[in-house]
C-alpha cells in the first residue's frame, strides 16, 4: 500500500498554545527568560494538551530551568 496523509486536527486552543509556546522559545533565547516564562504561563495546561504539543511545551519549559 501507498504511504498515507494523516491529517492533523488543531483547535483554536491548540493553534493559540502552540504560538504561545513558540513566543517562549524566542523569548528564551533572546535571554528573555521573564517574558519567556510568561508565554509559557499563557498555555492552557488545564485541558490535556496534544502529543506533539505537550513535547514542544515540556521542552520549552525544560530550557528555562
Sequence with gaps: GGAKNHA???TDADIANEAQ???SRCFAEMGWNYE???ALNKVDTKNALNKRLNGL???AK???L
Design 8 to 10: 492533523v486536527v488543531m
Design 21 to 23: 509556546i513558540g513566543r
Design 36 to 38: 519567556a516564562e510568561d
Design 57 to 59: 511545551y515540556a521542552a
Design 62 to 64: 525544560a530550557d528555562l
